[in-house]
């Protein structure tokens, strides 16, 4: 039975940097491809970035490009979500999820996800 588990969630300051991890227990993640999601009180989970098994190829949601980079590190079982310059915004989780579909939008199509990590950007 395998699961994931995020990490990283803080709060911090607008301009601030955060980077939030996400480690597979129970199964090989380098097997397969890894998003992650955001979530805000009342909305939607939305995905804003994902990374192929290899690690070759990622994709980013417009409103995180150029701030945000998605990486892993498969000797550690482990992907990583590296936000800078994070700009004022309501509290969100953070989760990230994985299967064999690759990177696609809903997350309820993910075989593995976790519990999530919670972001604010506060002064």
């Known amino acids: 039975q395998g699961s994931l588990v995020e990490s990283g969630g803080a709060l911090v300051q607008p301009g601030g940097s955060l980077r939030l991890s996400c480690v597979a227990y129970g199964f090989t993640l380098r097997d397969y491809p890894v998003g992650w999601f955001r979530q805000a009180p009342g909305k939607e989970r939305e995905k804003i970035s994902c990374?192929?098994?290899?690690?070759?190829?990622?994709y980013y949601a417009d409103a995180v490009k150029g701030r945000v980079t998605i990486s892993r590190d498969n000797a550690k079982n482990t992907v990583y979500l590296q936000m800078n310059d994070l700009t004022p915004d309501a509290p969100a989780d953070y989760y990230c999820a994985t299967g064999r579909n690759p990177c696609v939008n809903n997350w309820r199509l993910y075989t593995y996800g976790g519990q999530g990590t919670k972001v604010t950007v506060s002064s």
């Open positions: 990374i192929s098994s290899g690690g070759g190829t990622t």
